[in-house]
């Protein structure tokens, strides 16, 4: 039977990799990853994980012993936060374009100037290009789960790719929820041991990360792209056999709240869609149809279910919690993609955004009223006056929030 | 006369973060009266930092100042120095900054003897992460990574900076606080790389763990473990036994690397057609 803990988004990160069973867990202090390093190395000196900890002299080298260990054969789990990410960047090509399944667990921070430490999505962002499977969680529960089912994944052998399973910077890494921790025999059965195909053998001598020419290089790229062109189904079956192994209801790809009905929808992931929640409670009390969507995975992206599921709002609001500086809409990144993916339906929502969440701030319950006032506006007309909106900015009459408040 | 620290103080950026016992604040002040001593003209001289908790010290002191990323503070002072050798440049680091992260450009910095003086906050720890154990934890000691003991050995910043090349090196602690500021003054009067490891404590995170007593306790452990490199040298094996040297280990005048690039520069320019 699951026992129920009291678990910060670290802690819940910590007792994942150990219920995953990882066997090398390398390591390198930033707040507010510092908490899962923390826990870790607490659970391998006291016996109750059996794994080696390897405490690198900076992301980087941090990065390259977790690429070493999944190549000889280790389930390997890493992770770091903000300029920590950044310091990393070198190594993300080559975990995943050598297609080694390590984790790298990210509680996001803000990048520097000025030395911040406040949850932002935009450290991991800027490495969501490199073929890495990456998703934000929205509670300790998720972090949790996450971890096991990431690791499923990333392991499938039509996929053997990375994962960054993030989490925001303390409001999950830090504020405690309830997990329900499953018997080690329900992840046991759920997650075989990691099994790499060709590792590092002094018995079977395998080459890794050959030097190639330059008319190799695509025909080693479309493999990487093609195993995330195989992550959709697979990502639909290790989460429907996680929901039924450890009795959880996770969505595959797209979390909805309040969408049936929904004219509008805001549009975020991670930890800031509970605010988002209560916030659709407000409004429908106030009969405003407005619906949440939360994606699961931001790598993949889940281009077809927002085709499928999305065209029938009138308007979607991205909560952008990243910096797109210069980008095609002006402001964050889940812009550009969810426009992207709506291209091709004959019939599209209006879509704009908001800046909200940056260096660490907190997206209240008002900035999303205010939202709300653009994006039913913009229901009701089928147009955008803007692409990007800033909360706290640049959407006018803080008057509107009051009003809709209780 | 009392030593006049508001002249270099910038009073709006405090109070700082340091914790009380924390040493930082009489290396800091070390500095302070060490550049007093060496003459430094205040709108010349650069300190620069990565970060950490020694780092946060540019930002209190009012000179030209530039608080970057975590282990990087070298590179961007031999930016600052090679764009303007006039300039008098500093560097402040702790030991995880200037020996883990950033040890690739601190044993760089020595090898090419460029004109800057760099201070080692040496708290034997992480200070601003929570006490993980750091190049500089000695063998043994508990860190909050390491609650049985650390099975790393410790880099000792002496023999580091001398074997890379670097032709100042010295080391003092926070309990000697007149040779440290002998020693910092001596390393910005030296033409080339100086190195003070600075020994300080961090009662926080690594002193309460090894219960090695209060912040000023863990002063006075510093008084009884260290002797001075002259000293020792009439001594027999037995007294400097687990003793810590302090003193001036290293001052050779060796070409410097802004002067030797600009020589490059002279010789080939007019070769080449340029100006002169
Ligand atoms: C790239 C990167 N990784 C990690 C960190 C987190 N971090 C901040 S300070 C610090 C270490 C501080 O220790 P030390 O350099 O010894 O200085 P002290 O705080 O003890 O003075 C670390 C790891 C960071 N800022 N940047």
New interface residues.
């Given amino acids: 039977m699951a026992k129920e803990y009291f678990y910060s988004g670290c802690a819940a990160a910590a007792y994942g990799a150990k219920a995953a069973r990882v066997e090398v867990i390398t390591?390198?202090?930033?707040?507010p990853y510092?908490g899962i390093?923390?826990e870790l190395?607490?659970l391998v000196?006291?016996g109750d994980l059996d794994a080696e900890?390897v405490?690198g002299?900076?992301?980087h080298a941090q990065m390259s012993v977790t690429l070493g260990a999944s190549a000889s054969g280790a389930r390997a789990y890493t992770g770091t936060s903000g300029?920590g990410v950044a310091?990393g960047m070198e190594v993300y090509s080559p975990t995943a374009g050598g297609r080694y399944p390590c984790q790298c667990a990210i509680a996001d921070r803000a990048l520097?100037p000025p030395?911040d430490f406040g949850s932002e999505h935009t450290d991991v962002m800027s490495a969501r290009d490199q073929g890495y499977i990456m998703g934000w969680a929205e509670s300790p529960q998720e972090v949790f789960d996450n971890t096991i089912m990431f690791y499923r994944i990333g392991e499938d052998q039509d996929v053997m790719l990375p994962q960054f399973c993030c989490q925001d910077g303390y409001f999950v890494s830090h504020i405690p929820g309830k997990v329900p921790v499953p018997e080690q025999s329900q992840v046991d059965e759920y997650l075989p041991p990691y099994n790499h195909p060709h590792p590092l053998d002094p018995h079977r001598p395998t080459l890794h990360g050959p030097q190639i020419f330059p008319d190799q290089g695509a025909a080693i790229d479309i493999q990487r792209a093609g195993a995330h062109a195989n992550l959709p189904k697979v990502i639909e079956k290790c989460v429907k056999e996680y929901n039924e192994v450890m009795g959880r209801n996770y969505a595959p790809m797209l979390d909805e709240y309040m969408t049936d009905d929904a004219e509008f929808v805001f549009f975020l992931q991670g930890g800031h869609a509970k605010t988002a929640r209560y916030a659709v409670n407000h409004l429908r009390k106030k009969g405003v149809k407005a619906g949440m969507v939360r994606p699961r995975f931001t790598r993949p992206f889940p281009s077809d279910e927002i085709a499928e599921r999305c065209g029938k709002f009138k308007a979607i609001g991205t909560i952008e919690t990243s910096t797109s500086y210069g980008g095609a809409m002006r402001g964050g990144n889940l812009i550009h993609e969810v426009r992207a993916s709506l291209y091709d339906l004959d019939k599209r929502p209006a879509v704009t955004s908001m800046m909200a969440g940056l260096g660490g701030e907190v997206v209240t319950l008002d900035m999303f009223f205010q939202y709300a006032e653009v994006l039913a506006k913009a229901a009701k007309t089928g147009q955008v006056d803007q692409w990007v909106y800033w909360a706290g900015f640049d959407i006018a009459g803080w008057e509107g929030a009051r009003r809709l408040q209780f | 006369m009392a030593f006049d620290y508001a002249r270099y103080i910038r009073p709006g950026k405090l109070p700082h973060i340091w914790c009380p016992g924390c040493a930082h604040g009489i290396v800091m002040k070390a500095i302070l009266r060490a550049i007093d001593r060496a003459g430094l003209d205040k709108d010349r001289t650069v300190v620069v930092s990565g970060i950490g908790c020694a780092s946060r010290m540019p930002g209190y002191v009012d000179f030209n100042t530039l608080h970057t990323t975590h282990g990087r503070a070298l590179g961007f002072a031999t930016g600052v120095k090679m764009a303007d050798p006039g300039l008098s440049v500093l560097v402040v680091a702790g030991d995880g900054d200037a020996l883990a992260i950033g040890g690739n450009h601190f044993i760089h910095a020595c090898r090419r003897n460029i004109d800057i003086t760099l201070v080692v906050f040496n708290n034997s720890i992480y200070g601003m992460t929570g006490g993980q154990f750091s190049p500089a934890t000695p063998h043994g000691m508990l860190a909050s990574t390491t609650p049985y003991g650390n099975p790393d050995y410790a880099f000792d910043v002496v023999q580091l900076a001398m074997g890379a090349g670097a032709t100042f090196v010295s080391r003092s602690t926070a309990y000697h606080v007149l040779p440290l500021e002998k020693q910092i003054a001596e390393g910005i009067g030296h033409k080339g790389f100086a190195v003070i490891d600075a020994l300080c404590t961090c009662p926080t995170t690594f002193g309460r763990r090894n219960k090695l007593g209060s912040g000023a306790e863990m002063l006075l452990w510093f008084k009884d473990h260290t002797i001075g490199l002259k000293a020792s040298e009439n001594l027999p094996p037995e007294k400097r036994e687990g003793k810590i040297l302090t003193g001036v280990f290293r001052k050779e005048v060796k070409p410097e690397y802004c002067e030797e690039y600009g020589k490059i520069i002279e010789k080939v320019r007019p070769a080449r057609g340029g100006r002169e």
Avoid: C, L, Q, W
Wanted: aromatic share 14%; charged share 25%; no cysteine.
């Fill in positions: 390591s390198y202090p930033i707040r510092t390093m923390m190395s607490k000196a006291n900890f405490h002299e900076g992301e300029v310091y520097d030395g």
